[in-house]
């Protein structure tokens, strides 16, 4: 069992338990304490029934988390964290994923002190855009101790109307590299079955739409407003 299949089923079978809140976050976000036997880790626990009620996405942005992990893997790009939902858990459905134990840096740091970062950065990038990720802050985008750049919080992703806000513009009007293009190409074939089981049918058919596009232009975009940095920035 590879190390990433080896925390999925640790995930999904170990017993869960709440350590705390994280602070700051708008939905209820939990550290969870997982454990089997001599198995533990911490993991990032989202209830539904801790989300605030929003205007333009539906209840149960956990699926999103999931779905985003799901297309990370399938393109290959494995940059979100394992990430599983499970109902049986002390606040009842939501997702697991997890923890990222990392010393505090994060996008704008990575990208200024170190540029062997910034083809993981282009990465989330062009993953932002075709997830159409409303909510890229800097603090998003974490390195473990391993130095693996890691993307985390995709629950308010794949919307139908375009609402890209992120942090990441320095690579605006870049060509995309060639081997990510070719990961898109796939994407604007077929979407991933798993990932659609868990969208809607329209937000399957935009994200295909997205990666089409992509392909026929292939260029990272530029910020054209205010509107298109999340807040807060970090």
Known sequence: ?????AQLDLLAHGEVGIVGRVQGSSNLTLVA???RGDEYTWAIYKPEAGERPLYDFEPGLHARERAAYLLGEWLGWHIVPPTIVRDDVPLGTGSLQWFVENDGEHYFTLHRDDPGTHDDLRRIAVFDVLTNNTDRKSGHVLRDGDGRIWAIDHGLCFHTVPKLR????????????????ADVERLADQVPDAVAALLDPAEVTLLQRRARRLVAAPTLPHATSDWAYPWPLV
């Open 166 to 181: 992120t942090v990441i513009w320095e690579f605006g009007g870049e060509p995309v590299p060639d081997a990510l293009l």
């Open 1 to 5: 069992m590879n190390e990433d299949a």
């Open 33 to 35: 304490e997982v454990t």
